[in-house]
C-alpha cells in the first residue's frame, strides 16, 4: 500500500524537549468534498483557495516520558491560553489515527496550545486550520528525530496527517489553490493529501477576495462527519461524486483564462449542490437561513445591475462566503456594508483573501 511511504525509518536522533510552533490559514473550497470512505478517504476530488487572515497558532510542547504505551497519549490543550479539555476527544483521535505514522507520539507528554485569529464561535470552522497546524508541528517534530527528511516529504506527510485529522485540513499548507484527491487533469493528485494547484493560474486569483459574512454564528447543526455519512446510500450520490470530477475538469481552463462569469457559474452551482445534497439526504437538513437566501439575492441583484464579477459560496453551514477580484473591493466592500451587514448576527463579518499557506513560527 503506497501510505506505507509515510511510515517512518528508524530515527537516527533522540529529542529530551523542546517546542515547536506553525501558524495554518483556513481555505474555502470551490469544488467541494463532500462524502468520504475507509481511513478519511474523499468520494470525489475537490480544489480550494487558501485563506490569508483566518489561521491559527500552535505550539506543541513537548518532553520524553519515562514510561510509554502505544496506544496511550499524555497530553493537554489550550486555547488562548485557557484550558480546554472539550477538544481533547477529537485530538485523542487524531492521535490514533496517525500513530502508525509518527509512532513517537505516545512517548512524550505534550502541551498543545493554540489560538485562532478569527473569533471562535464565529461559526467559521477552525479543524482545517487547527489540524494542519498540529500535523506540522508533529512533523517538525518528526524532523528533528530524523533531519535528513527531504522538504517534498515533510510537506506531503504533512498534508497527510492533517488529513487523517480534518479531509479539508489537507488543503491548508499551501496556496494559493490546493487539490485534493485523484484526478486525471492533475498529475500527482492523491486521495492521501493535497498538492499545489500547478496549472496556469490566471493573476486575478493570487489576491482574490473572500469576505465572510457571519450570518449564523451558533455552533454547527450538522457535524461535518455526520454530513459526510449522508452521502451513504443517498440517491444522488454517485450523480454527485461524477459531477464533482467534472467539474475538476471544467475549472482548469477557468482559472487560467480568468473567465470570471464561468468561475461563478462554477462556484455556485458547487455551493448549491453541496447544500441541496443535505435537504435530499436521510434524514435532511436545511443548513441555510433565511438571511443566507437574503444575502445570495441581494449578491444577484447587484451583479445584474453593476456588472461587477461578485460571487459566492458556503460551507456546510449558513455563512456566507462573498468572492470577487481584489480590483473590485472598493464598490464591493461599499455593497456589503451598504446592503449586507444587516444580514449578519451583530454585524459581523471578515475580509480575507487567497494566501500562500502555512508558515513555521
Ligand atoms: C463542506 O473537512 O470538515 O467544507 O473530514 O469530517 O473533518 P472531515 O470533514 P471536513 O469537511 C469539509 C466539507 C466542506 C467542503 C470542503 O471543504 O471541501
Redesign the pocket.
Known amino acids: 500500500m503506497i501510505e506505507n511511504k509515510f511510515l517512518p525509518k528508524a530515527y537516527t536522533h533522540a529529542i529530551s524537549g523542546s517546542s515547536v510552533g506553525y501558524e495554518s490559514p483556513s ?3 470551490l469544488i ?3 462524502g ?1 470512505y475507509g481511513n ?1 478517504l474523499p468520494k470525489n476530488p ?1 480544489i ?1 483557495f487558501t485563506l490569508n487572515t483566518c489561521k491559527t497558532q500552535t505550539r506543541v510542547s513537548f518532553q520524553k516520558l519515562e514510561k510509554s504505551k502505544k496506544g496511550s497519549f499524555d497530553f493537554e490543550i489550550y486555547l488562548d491560553g485557557e484550558p480546554k479539555p472539550g477538544f481533547e476527544p477529537k485530538i485523542e483521535q487524531f492521535f490514533h489515527r496517525i500513530e502508525d505514522y509518527v509512532p513517537f507520539i505516545s512517548e512524550y507528554k505534550f502541551k498543545i496550545a493554540t489560538s485562532n485569529s478569527f473569533p471562535h464561535s464565529s461559526g467559521i ?1 477552525s ?2 486550520s487547527g489540524m494542519s497546524a498540529l500535523a506540522l508541528c508533529l512533523m517538525e517534530m518528526e524532523k528533528q528525530l530524523q533531519p535528513n527528511m527531504s522538504v517534498d516529504h515533510f510537506n506531503e506527510k504533512a498534508s497527510f496527517l492533517a ?1 487523517l ?5 489537507c ?1 491548508s499548507l499551501t496556496g494559493p489553490l490546493v487539490v485534493w484527491g485523484e484526478h486525471e487533469e492533475f498529475r500527482g493528485s492523491s486521495n492521501l493529501y493535497g498538492v499545489k494547484f500547478s496549472h496556469e493560474l490566471h493573476p486575478v486569483f493570487e489576491d482574490y477576495q473572500d469576505t465572510i459574512l457571519m450570518v449564523d454564528k451558533g455552533e454547527k447543526q450538522v ?3 455526520v ?2 455519512n449522508l452521502m451513504n446510500n443517498h440517491p444522488f450520490a454517485p450523480a454527485r461524486f461524477d459531477q464533482a470530477y467534472m467539474h475538476m475538469t471544467d475549472i482548469v481552463p477557468i482559472l487560467k483564462s480568468g473567465d470570471l462569469d464561468a468561475f461563478m457559474h462554477l462556484v455556485e452551482r458547487e455551493a448549491l449542490t ?1 447544500h441541496a445534497m443535505m435537504m435530499t439526504s436521510s434524514p435532511y437538513f436545511i443548513l441555510m437561513k433565511p438571511n443566507t437566501l437574503q444575502v445570495i439575492e441581494k449578491i444577484w441583484n447587484f451583479r445584474r445591475e453593476t456588472g461587477a464579477p461578485v460571487s459566492f459560496t458556503l ?2 453551514g449558513a455563512n456566507v462566503h462573498v468572492l470577487y477580484p481584489a480590483a473590485e473591493s472598493e464598490k464591493v466592500l461599499d455593497f456589503i456594508k451598504n446592503e449586507l451587514v444587516k444580514y449578519c448576527q451583530n454585524g459581523q463579518y471578515i475580509c480575507d483573501n487567497v494566501g500562500n499557506g502555512a508558515r513555521k513560527l
Open positions: 481555505n474555502i473550497a467541494k468534498y463532500w468520504k478519511q475537490s480550494s470552522a479543524s482545517a488529513r485529522g480534518s479531509g479539508s485540513a488543503r457535524s461535518s462527519t454530513g459526510h453541496l460551507d456546510a
